[in-house]
């Protein structure tokens, strides 16, 4: 019996999201450079969480963010901080809603789609970490304003930086390695 793609994740969906969030792992303890804000650091794993979320969608974002995000905290800090785990999934969720509709797999990444690419990368990193990060470090932690919307503001600029040069060139990297429709042509 074939299942449609909207109830199960295909297998190399579910692969991309277990080696994602090891990359996400990995990343966020040797990728990490300190911003000079108190637990807050300008992360690259954003820019692969980012191109994860356009090349297998808004499922995968989500669960690489959630997954690596608690696994990265609970291995180099001892416990997750949850805010911040459900702000990396909220990330990888929007960009991949968003981005969705960028042909990446047929190998168009040109000026149109890194605009769009980037759209969505600046919505869901301000969305994270100007205002659901913040908030949930209020509620759940009941830690300083002043404070988490400083980090939020450190770690949102810094995410949509890294996004936006890293990101995007692993994007047109992964996109010059496909094959665009159409330019394949049949000799006689």
């Not at 277990?18 to 992360?43: C, H, K």
């Not at 042909?103 to 969505?120: Q, R, V, W």
């Not at 919505?123 to 970490?129: D, F, L, P, Q, R």
């Not at 995007?168 to 000799?187: D, P, Q, V, W």
Request: without cysteine.
């Amino acid at each position: 019996m074939a299942q449609t793609q909207h109830n199960q994740l295909s297998i190399k969906t579910i692969v991309a999201i277990g080696i994602g969030a090891a990359l996400f792992v990995i990343l966020g303890r040797f990728g990490s450079i300190p911003s000079g804000i108190p637990d807050t650091n300008i992360e690259t794993t954003y820019a692969l969480l980012a191109l994860f979320a356009l090349l297998y969608g808004p499922y995968a974002g989500l669960l690489i963010g959630l997954i690596g995000h608690t696994l990265k905290d609970a291995i180099f800090y001892g416990s997750p901080w949850f805010s911040w785990v459900i702000a990396s999934g909220l990330v990888g969720l929007i960009i991949g809603l968003i981005a969705g509709r960028i042909k990446i797999h047929e190998g168009e990444f040109g000026a149109k789609e890194i605009i769009k690419f980037n759209l969505a990368q600046v919505i869901a990193n301000i969305v994270a970490w100007f205002l659901v990060a913040p908030a949930l470090d209020i509620l759940i932690y009941a830690e300083p304003v002043n404070k988490v919307f400083a980090q939020g503001l450190v770690a949102g600029i810094s995410n949509i930086v890294t996004v936006a040069v890293i990101g995007t060139l692993l994007a047109i990297a992964y996109s010059k390695t496909r094959t665009r429709r159409g330019s394949l042509t049949h000799e006689a």
